[in-house]
């Protein structure tokens, strides 16, 4: 039997269906199962650790990180406050207030850095977003293909037993042919 009469058999066995009529997935792991390889990740095409990530890409993930933690969160915080106290009491009683009470200038930097900061995090949501589908695809195949190396030790285990209980009758069949 050659490979792709093998990789047939096998789509048709574990399957149900011929082997085109197979989504690429499920074509992966029947190949993996005939040739006997390993599923999973694939390589260089399979990029999960950020090495072949463009810059603007890399960079929003780290402004993701960065910017989603309580670090960030707390010691904006501590600035922002420490701009009002500046501005309302030391600087205002000398008359250097560079943004006085309603803080108009700290209004537009947070609004800018709302603006610019909301797409970018969007930008790694989408990137983390496309790392899942990728994880879950994978996932899928891996799930699949012990689905099938079950069934296929389901196989030899009852071929087994029905060569056993076959060796047992022709051994019954002995016996009575050598009383009678």
């Given amino acids: ?6 990789i ?7 399957l149900g269906r011929a082997y085109d009529q197979l ?8 190949r ?5 390889a390993p599923t999973g990740r694939g390589g260089a095409a399979d990029d999960d650790d ?3 990530a463009e810059f603007g890409e890399r960079l929003a993930d780290r402004v993701a990180a960065v ?16 701009w009002m106290l500046i501005n309302s009491k030391a600087l205002q009683g000398l008359g250097l207030a560079f943004d006085p009470f309603p803080f108009i200038f700290l209004n537009l930097m947070l609004s800018m850095l709302a603006a610019i900061q909301a797409p970018v995090i969007m930008m790694s949501q989408n990137r983390q977003a496309a790392k899942d589908r990728l994880t879950e695809k994978l996932d899928y195949e891996i799930n ?3 689905e099938l190396e079950i069934m296929r030790l389901h196989e030899k285990i009852d071929q087994m037993r029905i060569n056993e209980l076959a060796e047992k009758v ?3 069949c002995s016996r009575i042919d050598a009383k009678a």
């Fill in 1 to 6: 039997m050659n490979h792709e009469e093998k």
């Fill in 8 to 14: 047939s058999d096998l789509s048709l066995r574990l």
């Fill in 23 to 30: 989504d690429d997935g499920e074509q992966r792991v029947i």
């Fill in 32 to 36: 993996a199962i005939a040739e006997r």
């Fill in 50 to 52: 950020g090495a072949q």
């Fill in 67 to 82: 910017g989603g933690s309580w670090g960030f969160i707390i010691g904006f915080a501590v600035v922002l406050f420490a």
């Fill in 144 to 146: 699949l293909r012990a």
């Fill in 170 to 172: 022709d051994e019954l």
